[in-house]
């Protein structure tokens, strides 16, 4: 007679929490945030729906923590920051890994940030907004290491830090489109290097 196996109880099959977050960030990179669907991601991610739920909450907090994924660790910025030399070379050290990451051959086109948001109804709001701190982060980030220049003698003393540090997020967005309608990256790496010649320079007297 034949013996019947037991059946197996106890919880379920897991999966790599960290791969599956991985997966996700790249869909809402390529698709955008509002059409990406439930069934894409999970498609993308190798989990059910309701395995989807259970560890990430909901669409919305899936999206939250593949744009942390994506944006990086702040203490990690902090530091690149604060190591540069100047915050000329930090910000051209930012724009050429944006351009880097905007034309990578295994991840989609442009900046997540700037493609996953670009359009988007009401009810998307929230993630809207949680996207322009990301980038209101960034560039706080570099006005504080611009003003270090700044107080050091290394830029003009009138520099408006606020202004030259929106310049570097507008042309790292600029360069996401760009990608994004086909430039390669040799012609980005030209727009980036021409961002950064026309930072100021300090002029005679301001240094000591």
């Known amino acids: 007679m034949k013996q019947e196996v037991p059946r197996k109880t106890g919880r379920p099959l897991s999966f790599n929490r960290g791969k599956a ?23 993308a991610m190798g989990i059910s729906a309701p395995s989807l739920y259970a560890a990430y909450g909901d669409k919305k907090q899936l999206f ?10 702040p203490y990690d910025m902090e530091l690149a920051l604060s190591e540069a030399p100047t915050a000329r070379e930090a910000a051209e050290r930012m724009l050429v890994a944006a351009v880097e990451a905007f034309t990578g051959e295994l991840t989609p086109r442009g900046c ?10 009401e009810a998307s709001a929230e993630v809207q907004h949680a996207v322009a701190q990301v980038r209101q982060d960034i560039k706080l980030r ?17 520099t408006n830090s606020d202004s030259l540090a929106g310049l570097v ?13 086909g430039g390669d990256r040799p012609y980005l790496l030209t727009i980036a290097r021409a961002a950064t010649n026309a930072w100021p320079k300090p002029r005679s007297g301001d240094a000591n």
């Open 21 to 43: 977050l991985e997966q996700a960030m790249l869909t809402f990179w390529r698709h955008g945030y509002e059409t990406s669907s439930i069934s894409e991601l999970t498609a």
């Open 64 to 73: 939250l923590e593949a744009m942390q994924l994506y944006a990086g660790s």
């Open 112 to 121: 997540l940030l700037a493609s996953a948001t670009a359009s988007g109804s």
């Open 142 to 158: 570099l006005k504080k290491r611009i003003d270090r220049d700044v107080s050091q003698g290394l830029l003009p003393a009138d």
């Open 169 to 181: 997020i507008a042309v790292i967005q600029g360069l996401s489109v760009l990608a994004r309608d």
